[in-house]
């Protein structure tokens, strides 16, 4: 059992961490309005879809994260392993499908939710919508590394890695910006480049020995066994 001490540091660290998560595209909607109101409104009507895949990788990830920490509890490890890397390779596929299925669909997709709106502004989003495709699978490795971490309640490693990803956008929007004049691509880059960061620290740290997190470790190796034998 958990004490009062270690539930606040956890709730705490989760709070923030989420609020850093979502904090990269309001950060990419409050730089780009000096770029003109076509630019605003379709980075803030992108970053409303977008919005609905952070929250569908995140429900994923805490999904497979509860059935993690059960065996975990249970010490169960060759169920830990087996559960960990089946919710890494669901996250996986299932964001590079989504990923495909946005860069394809996209103007049809930003039509029937927003129907009809001004060519620059459907431009804009564009423009947006398919540099943010491409941060999918990003995000949804990024989820499920930190809900593996989660469950060994190692929540502050995530939290200093979202607010590592925030600095890295919030500079890269300002050169985008005001240095590169990119407009709309200036904020969907760095966005995408933080994401991937996420993305490639968690996987790092879960094969960096010196964390001595021996389970991690497991669970990657039994990925890539998986993914050797799909393709």
């Known amino acids: 059992m958990f004490s009062n001490k270690e539930l606040r540091s956890m709730i705490i660290t989760l709070f923030f961490e989420q609020l850093l998560v979502m904090l990269v595209g309001i950060v990419d909607t409050f730089v780009v309005s000096s770029c003109g109101e076509a ?3 379709g980075v803030s009507l992108v970053n409303q879809f977008n919005t609905i895949f952070i929250y569908l990788f995140t429900a994923l990830a805490s999904g497979g994260a509860i059935v993690v920490s059960q065996y975990i509890g249970n010490k169960d490890e060759k169920r830990t392993i087996l559960s960990s890397s089946q919710l890494l390779m669901f996250s996986i596929v299932f964001s590079i499908i989504l990923s495909i299925l946005v ?3 996209n103007k049809q997709l930003l039509g029937l939710l927003f129907g009809k709106v001004e060519s620059d502004v459907m431009k804009a989003c564009v423009t947006y919508l398919r540099i943010s495709a491409y941060s999918y699978p990003a995000l949804a490795i990024y989820n499920a590394g930190a809900a593996l971490y989660r469950s060994m309640a190692k ?3 995530t939290m200093y890695i979202s607010f590592a990803a925030n600095i890295i956008n919030v500079v890269g929007n300002i ?4 240095v ?3 407009g709309v691509a200036g904020v969907a880059y ?3 480049i933080s994401r991937v960061f996420s993305a490639i620290i968690i996987t790092v740290l879960c094969f960096n020995k ?3 997190l021996t389970m991690i470790q497991k669970i990657s190796l039994n990925l890539m066994e998986r993914c050797s034998n799909v393709f």
């Open 39 to 41: 630019a605003v409104s």
């Open 103 to 105: 860069l394809i669909f």
């Open 155 to 157: 929540t502050k490693v």
């Open 175 to 178: 050169i985008g910006v005001y």
């Open 180 to 182: 590169l004049k990119a």
């Open 190 to 192: 760095p966005s995408l």
């Open 210 to 212: 010196n964390w001595k």
